[in-house]
């Protein structure tokens, strides 16, 4: 099962050849991170990369007073490569990363990958193609928090989590929004309350519903 | 002359054989943007790689209603590879190029270098490696921008400048600063006659004269 995953999600699997695929599967594992666990906190840790098998992984920047700013996140059938910065030197700023909720990947560790990378500019090329994806990914969270109004950001988070879970209730605190969105409680708690007098969501204590989906957009 | 830059900056250089070397020579060519000229603006535009002979290109983002935020600057022997997102499918943004100050480039066509990408994964690499390096600029700015006081980016500013050319003098208006750092050029104004008032810095139009370096040093 491993194999048809490392197959179909890795580009340079078939520039390997035989015993290199061989040692590649022998030396991955997989894991399991339970929702809420940080997994990776610094360039010194380098467990490798990730591929998420299912679930979801939250990568953020944390400030000295601990306010944190939620980078990119990464889904299912995607790769994660910031926990395997030690392989990229171009990389030279700490992230976080978290698990959103119960997340099961395939770690490659970084001193399987590492002679592969010596061996294959291909490797390299793909793990600095995907950082540069979650750049584009960072830029456009940079435009949301720079450029856009807090009831607008409030906004695309709702929109974005019912269209991904296909629920209209979201179980998530106002804390949690303010990281995700980057901003502060106080500010997404009075985003909400507009919102519940305009008749787009209702709230609960750690759930917000989702009442008109139709008027919600209008604030996308 | 363009030789041997080529063969300094570029990793790959010695990877090509001599007929790939020469085509590549033949096919760059230098060229001068003047101070303030925006040499690029968005992903239709792809002239190609810059290498930076002197001077320095910003590269920034702008909001609909005219905003900018500089991402990160590149200077002399760097090289810039976002004129040239068409040849990396993994950068999805626009962003904005300008000269900061007159400024000399070996521009690499598009044209002359999609073909070699293709041949040597080393290239592709080396391209994406070279825009993570300015993802870590991007974070960092993003840090500063989220987290720091608009005093302290504004002495940080002040600082990058007065070490970068070696001079007390900026040349500067309070609304090319709030570009740079971010921020609003009222902002910057009000931080400005604060500093003026602590003795670190005396204005005059355009131009700030920093007066007590160590005083400034305890902003950064």
Redesign the interface.
């Known amino acids: 099962m491993h194999r048809s995953k490392l197959e179909c999600l890795l580009p340079f699997w078939n520039d390997l050849d035989t015993f290199e695929k061989e040692q590649l599967l022998k030396g991955c594992f997989e894991t399991t991170y339970r929702k809420g666990l940080m997994l990776h906190r610094s360039e010194q840790q380098c467990s490798g990369i990730m591929v998420i098998l299912n679930g979801q992984l939250r990568t953020y ?1 944390v ?3 601990g ?1 944190e ?1 939620t ?1 990119f996140r990464v889904y299912q059938d995607n790769v994660c490569v910031f926990s395997a910065t030690c392989l ?1 030197d ?4 700490d ?1 976080m990363i978290d698990a959103v909720e119960d997340t099961n990947v395939i770690i490659i560790p970084s001193a399987v990958l590492s002679p592969l990378i010596k061996k ?3 490797i ?2 793909y793990l ?9 990914d ?3 969270t ?2 949301q ?3 856009l109004s807090a009831d607008k950001r409030v906004a695309i988070f709702l929109w974005d989590e019912i269209t991904w879970t296909n629920c209209m209730t979201i179980s998530v605190t106002h804390d949690e929004i303010a990281r995700y969105i ?1 901003s502060a409680r106080e500010v997404v708690t009075k985003v909400l309350k507009y919102f519940v007098q305009e008749g787009i969501v209702t709230l609960e204590r750690g759930k917000i519903q989702v009442t008109d989906k139709k008027l919600l957009k209008k604030y996308l």
């Open positions: 920047i400030s000295d007073e306010r700013v980078l990229m171009a990389i030279v700023f992230v294959y500019p291909k390299e090329a600095y193609k995907t950082a540069t994806e979650r750049f584009s960072v830029i456009w940079m435009q928090i720079l450029f980057g």
